[in-house]
């Protein structure tokens, strides 16, 4: 796990003097995700588009993980020099592809699974990306073809940002590090900001909250060819099929469900160093857990939990009784409002962008905990709601597949029997899937109300989506589509991925996630839909009745879920002074007029707890306004 960056310029933008100080500082600003090395290398590149000589420099940060030898160290070329790459992730199948290499020729001189994908590359070149089992994002330069290939992994496990103008193109793992790269400072992307204020929208697509810088979305390829135009071309390289394998009895893909699952964590246990886990207590997180004591009777096994205890919704009970099942060393953090709050510029910074909720917080002291124990790799169950349908917001899609085939009394037999589920029925899901038009009008009017208390009347901004609420035609894959969207980045899952990034890389921890392989995710996404939503209202269905003997069946039959749920609204209420303070500070943001924010902060004992996370919102883009303009 590591931070990578580079530059592509022409030779007049950048003099060898300041680019090698420029380098370096972002080196140093990207060593938290490599404290254990770091270089850059320079090469000149000749180039038709600049009529003449160009440079291209490839850095590296290193957290050691897989042969902590200095023959790991990056940037790595091949033998033949053709190849030269900065790679940041795991790519967790690297012994198996190092064997099938090995047996047509390739010779290793480390034991690492950066000069397996370099090889790899060099024999298969794109057609070696859907070999990967793993989490990467990597540039990769050939020497012969000309070529700077940037490759991000499938669900955006591992991220990269990148910026193009004025004849140079620049990425790095983070986009602070990438800010230090450029010819001048960018500028806030208001259309970001205002989507993020009124609807919560983060990460979505491939604009961040900079104008001009760019994530690689995941699953995609970028490639420049460097003597022919400085324009990239992007690609995807992965997009899976949801059409269903009608054939497939239900016993046959739970016993392939479970195969796939203990292959992946037995693959995600590979280490040169400490492997701990995260540990909620929920079926996602005891399955990780349990799985490693199935596959490792007799590892070490340290778990790392976040604890409510003034909160209704403490699940230690279940973080106890899952310690206790495994042998599991258990670690602990609880968190105090006001200490939240004196972090929150740090956390705030930490990501780069502005995030939705305060339960990353919780997040950030669970890793600070991991990196204080000794242990460097820590496993996570991220992921497992898109691909099974865990959340609240899926049912709808079930409906709407449903619907699509005429089973309008299924319909309302599954929306009673998801109250016992989730303790309520869900009857917007009900409402979003029957009257999308009042749906619609619905979510219309609650943008208009976000306007009317929070933004300056006279604000007109492209940042006002039209929003096209038109009935659609209903699919029976619905609910498919909808967790492959999840998945694929689109939405859903990709700012998850980005939380658990920046909070464990600031750490220097390795944070996996052995849910999210390509192979099990296309599986899934290829079953019928009540194989994972059951008609019973059961979600994870068939991860449940995979997991029987591994998991204890306390845990396979909780139905409620609570994940991480930080002391939000104490936090805003008992800190109202200091957050008026804030707010007053930030007239600067075109669209927010701090008058009205204050009115409603001076009344937020009284608020609903959608305005909370309103409010929330607000002073979290704030604080990042500020730090960064």
């Known amino acids: 796990?590591?931070?990578?960056?580079?530059?592509?310029?022409?030779?007049?933008?950048?003099?060898?003097?300041?680019?090698?100080?420029?380098?370096?500082?972002?080196?140093?600003?990207?060593?938290?995700?490599?404290?254990?090395?770091?270089?850059?290398?320079?090469?000149?590149?000749?180039?038709?588009?600049?009529?003449?000589?160009?440079?291209?420099?490839?850095?590296?940060?290193?957290?050691?993980?897989?042969?902590?030898?200095?023959?790991?160290?990056?940037?790595?070329?091949?033998?033949?020099?053709?190849?030269?790459?900065?790679?940041?992730?795991?790519?967790?199948?690297?012994?198996?592809?190092?064997?099938?290499?090995?047996?047509?020729?390739?010779?290793?001189?480390?034991?690492?699974?950066?000069?397996?994908?370099?090889?790899?590359?060099?024999?298969?070149?794109?057609?070696?990306?859907?070999?990967?089992?793993?989490?990467?994002?990597?540039?990769?330069?050939?020497?012969?073809?000309?070529?700077?290939?940037?490759?991000?992994?499938?669900?955006?496990?591992?991220?990269?940002?990148?910026?193009?103008?004025?004849?140079?193109?620049?990425?790095?793992?983070?986009?602070?590090?990438?800010?230090?790269?450029?010819?001048?400072?960018?500028?806030?992307?208001?259309?970001?900001?205002?989507?993020?204020?009124?609807?919560?929208?983060?990460?979505?697509?491939?604009d961040s909250f900079f104008e001009g810088i760019k994530h690689l979305k995941p699953g995609h390829i970028l490639e420049l060819n460097i003597d022919s135009t400085i324009e990239n071309k992007i690609s995807r390289w992965w997009n899976p099929s949801i059409e269903e394998n009608q054939d497939i009895r239900f016993d046959d893909a739970k016993e392939i469900v479970r195969e796939k699952f203990l292959r992946n964590v037995r693959l995600h246990l590979r280490s040169d160093v400490p492997v701990g886990a995260a540990l909620s207590g929920g079926i996602d997180s005891s399955a990780v857990v349990c799985a490693m004591r199935y596959l490792e009777p007799s590892m070490e096994l340290n778990t790392f939990s976040y604890v409510a205890r003034d909160s209704t919704k403490n699940e230690e009970?279940?973080?106890?009784?899952?310690?206790?099942?495994?042998?599991?060393?258990?670690?602990?953090?609880?968190?105090?409002?006001?200490?939240?709050?004196?972090?929150?510029?740090?956390?705030?910074?930490?990501?780069?962008?502005?995030?939705?909720?305060s339960s990353i917080y919780a997040q950030y002291k669970i890793f600070q905990k991991v990196r204080d124990a000794g242990v460097i790799v820590n496993l996570d169950g991220q992921g497992a709601d898109e691909m099974l349908a865990g959340y609240f917001g899926y049912p709808h899609a079930r409906f709407e597949s449903l619907i699509s085939e005429g089973k309008v009394v299924d319909v309302f037999k599954l929306w009673n029997e998801l109250g016992n589920t989730f303790g309520s029925k869900p009857t917007k899901a009900l409402i979003?899937?029957?009257?999308?038009?009042?749906?619609?009008?619905?979510?219309?009017?609650?943008?208009?109300?976000?306007?009317?208390?929070?933004?300056?009347?006279?604000?007109?901004?492209?940042?006002?989506?039209?929003?096209?609420?038109?009935?659609?035609?209903?699919?029976n894959r619905a609910l498919c589509h909808c967790l492959r969207e999840a998945v694929s980045g689109n939405k859903g899952l990709v700012h998850l991925l980005r939380y658990e990034d920046r909070n464990s890389m600031i750490h220097s921890v390795e944070s996996r996630v052995p849910f999210l392989t390509t192979d099990l995710v296309e599986f899934l996404l290829t079953l019928p839909?009540?194989?994972?939503?059951?008609?019973?209202?059961?979600?994870?269905?068939?991860?449940?009745?995979?997991?029987?003997?591994?998991?204890?069946?306390?845990?396979?039959?909780?139905?409620?879920?609570?994940?991480?749920?930080?002391?939000?609204?104490?936090?805003?209420?008992?800190?109202?002074?200091?957050?008026?303070?804030?707010?007053?500070?930030?007239?600067?943001?075109?669209f927010l007029d701090s008058s009205k924010i204050i009115k409603y902060l001076n009344n937020i004992d009284k608020l609903k707890m959608h305005e909370f996370s309103e409010i929330w919102r607000i002073i979290n883009y704030c604080n990042w306004y500020k730090l960064n303009f």
């Not at 001048?184 to 989507?195: D, F, R, T």
């Not at 956390?347 to 502005?354: A, H, K, M, V, Y």
């Not at 619609?440 to 901004?461: A, Q, V």
């Not at 845990?555 to 930080?566: A, N, V, Y």
């Open 432 to 475: 979003q899937s029957l009257l999308p038009n009042i749906f619609g009008k619905l979510r219309t009017w609650r943008d208009k109300d976000f306007e009317r208390k929070f933004l300056k009347e006279n604000f007109c901004s492209p940042a006002k989506e039209k929003r096209d609420y038109k009935k659609k035609a209903f699919s």
């Open 1 to 206: 796990m590591c931070g990578i960056f580079g530059i592509l310029s022409n030779n007049q933008n950048y003099s060898s003097d300041y680019l090698e100080k420029t380098l370096n500082s972002v080196a140093h600003a990207l060593r938290h995700r490599g404290p254990d090395h770091f270089a850059f290398e320079t090469l000149n590149v000749s180039s038709s588009k600049y009529r003449g000589t160009s440079s291209l420099s490839l850095g590296h940060t290193r957290l050691s993980i897989i042969d902590l030898s200095d023959g790991g160290h990056q940037p790595m070329s091949s033998a033949d020099g053709r190849f030269i790459i900065v790679f940041n992730g795991e790519i967790y199948n690297f012994k198996e592809l190092r064997t099938e290499l090995s047996s047509i020729g390739y010779e290793f001189t480390t034991e690492s699974d950066t000069e397996v994908l370099l090889h790899a590359w060099a024999e298969w070149k794109s057609d070696a990306i859907p070999k990967l089992v793993g989490m990467f994002a990597f540039a990769i330069y050939d020497k012969v073809k000309q070529t700077l290939t940037l490759v991000r992994d499938a669900f955006g496990i591992k991220p990269l940002y990148y910026w193009q103008g004025n004849n140079t193109l620049c990425f790095a793992s983070e986009v602070q590090a990438l800010i230090k790269l450029l010819p001048e400072k960018p500028k806030p992307n208001l259309v970001a900001g205002y989507k993020f204020l009124s609807h919560g929208t983060v990460d979505r697509g491939e």
């Open 529 to 590: 839909e009540d194989f994972l939503l059951s008609n019973k209202g059961t979600t994870k269905y068939i991860f449940r009745e995979a997991m029987k003997g591994i998991v204890p069946d306390r845990i396979l039959h909780r139905k409620d879920k609570i994940g991480f749920e930080t002391p939000e609204k104490h936090f805003l209420v008992s800190r109202k002074k200091e957050i008026i303070k804030q707010i007053n500070l930030i007239d600067e943001v075109p």
């Open 317 to 357: 009970i279940w973080v106890d009784y899952v310690n206790e099942y495994v042998g599991a060393k258990s670690h602990k953090v609880t968190i105090e409002g006001k200490e939240m709050f004196s972090d929150l510029e740090t956390l705030i910074e930490i990501q780069g962008e502005p995030f939705a909720s």
